[in-house]
């Protein structure tokens, strides 16, 4: 076997082994079988003439030359993909599928009609969207884009601020009817509140009152989870008080099924961005989903936009 047999479907296939460090999470990602994710290792490795991979029982890791190897690698691929592009002009945008990751109870209530009103438009870009709260390796799963709330300290990834998630207390009106309603931060404590388990230091409420004077307030309660959605159906069931996104809540309190307790004080807002795999960023239909989530997120209730 000589370099000609160096193709781009075994590069590709090589890559995202490297990174993902397993043969069948890469044959699932590709809808292959796993022996056909081998034989592409095989025939790439013959057609190098050094081995790229060493293979464990448990993991797949790359070899000095195979490091080498998936930095050229990487950046041939990117180079070839930006070229069809260009050839195909204004077409070259308009076909190929993107890899978004969100968090979760932000992607199910708002982040999926965005990427629906951008498939309207650009019907031939595909979407595969991953909901999850953790934080997780972009590179390895093959993500191009991942939206994420908090502070965020990957800087191997280009970050776009996309604003501030302003947050608000809220609970059911049977429960404040139930257990009366707080009418200063002190009287939290007596409450039940529900808390997020996946943030640290939820036993203890900031909030930041009409004057700017901060208060931390002790938050207890019989209920806890890690995830948004779950914390909103508590909410609704009359189980307690809790900081909630704006976005997670607008249409509760619209519908008067959920109230605003001391209006006067909220939680600090917690920034949103985007981050974008540098390596995906100059993909004309990546661009077009980044500029199209940032012109948009600002219409999602509660996220003000940087100035």
Same mark, same amino acid.
């Given at each position: 076997?000589?370099?000609?047999?160096?193709?781009?479907?075994?590069?590709?296939?090589?890559?995202?082994?490297?990174?993902?460090?397993?043969?069948?999470?890469?044959?699932?990602?590709?809808?292959?079988?796993?022996?056909?994710?081998?034989?592409?290792?095989?025939?790439?490795?013959?057609?190098?003439?050094?081995?790229?991979?060493?293979?464990?029982?448990?993991?797949?890791?790359?070899?000095?030359?195979?490091?080498?190897?998936?930095?050229?690698?990487?950046?041939?691929?990117?180079?070839?993909?930006?070229?069809?592009?260009?050839?195909?002009?204004?077409?070259?945008?308009?076909?190929?599928? !993107?890899?978004? #990751?969100? =968090?979760? *109870? @932000?992607?199910?209530?708002?982040?999926? +009609?965005?990427?629906?009103? /951008?498939?309207? %438009?650009?019907?031939?870009?595909?979407?595969?969207?991953?909901?999850?709260?953790?934080?997780?390796?972009?590179?390895?799963?093959?993500?191009?884009?991942?939206?994420?709330?908090?502070?965020?300290?990957?800087?191997?990834?280009?970050?776009?601020?996309?604003?501030?998630?302003?947050?608000?207390?809220?609970?059911?009106?049977?429960?404040?009817?139930?257990?009366?309603?707080?009418?200063?931060?002190?009287?939290?404590?007596?409450?039940?509140?529900?808390?997020?388990?996946? !943030?640290?230091? #939820?036993? =203890?409420? *900031? @909030?930041?009152?009409?004057?700017?004077? +901060?208060?931390?307030?002790? /938050?207890?309660? %019989?209920?806890?989870?890690?995830?948004?959605?779950?914390?909103?159906?508590?909410?609704?069931?009359?189980?307690?008080?809790?900081?909630?996104?704006?976005?997670?809540?607008?249409?509760?309190?619209?519908?008067?099924?959920?109230?605003?307790?001391?209006?006067?004080?909220?939680?600090?807002?917690?920034?949103?961005?985007?981050?974008?795999?540098?390596?995906?960023?100059?993909?004309?239909?990546?661009?077009?989903?980044?500029?199209?989530?940032?012109?948009?997120?600002?219409? !999602?209730?509660?996220?003000?936009?940087?100035?």
């Amino acid at each position: 076997m000589d370099r000609s047999d160096v193709t781009l479907e075994r590069m590709r296939s090589f890559v995202r082994v490297a990174e993902r460090g397993s043969l069948s999470a890469v044959a699932r990602e590709f809808g292959v079988g796993q022996s056909t994710v081998t034989r592409h290792l095989r025939e790439l490795e013959d057609a190098v003439g050094v081995p790229l991979l060493s293979r464990t029982t448990r993991r797949v890791t790359m070899t000095d030359e195979g490091s080498r190897y998936y930095a050229d690698s990487v950046q041939i691929l990117r180079l070839v993909e930006q070229a069809g592009d260009e050839a195909r002009g204004t077409r070259g945008a308009s076909a190929g599928t !993107i890899r978004i #990751s969100c =968090t979760a *109870a @932000l992607g199910v209530l708002h982040v999926s +009609r965005l990427i629906f009103a /951008f498939q309207d %438009r650009y019907p031939d870009i595909g979407i595969d969207l991953s909901l999850a709260d953790e934080r997780i390796n972009l590179v390895r799963e093959g993500v191009d884009i991942a939206l994420r709330l908090g502070p965020l300290t990957d800087s191997s990834m280009k970050l776009r601020a996309l604003g501030q998630s302003r947050r608000l207390l809220v609970a059911a009106p049977a429960y404040l009817a139930a257990r009366g309603r707080p009418a200063v931060p002190q009287d939290l404590p007596g409450h039940e509140g529900i808390r997020m388990s996946n !943030i640290a230091g #939820s036993d =203890t409420l *900031a @909030l930041q009152g009409p004057g700017g004077e +901060r208060h931390a307030v002790p /938050f207890g309660g %019989r209920f806890r989870v890690d995830h948004g959605l779950a914390a909103r159906e508590a909410l609704v069931a009359g189980r307690g008080i809790a900081p909630a996104h704006h976005w997670l809540v607008d249409d509760l309190l619209a519908a008067g099924r959920l109230e605003v307790i001391l209006p006067g004080y909220a939680p600090p807002p917690i920034p949103l961005s985007m981050l974008i795999v540098p390596e995906r960023a100059g993909i004309a239909r990546v661009r077009l989903l980044v500029d199209f989530l940032a012109e948009r997120i600002g219409g !999602i209730p509660g996220i003000e936009k940087p100035r």
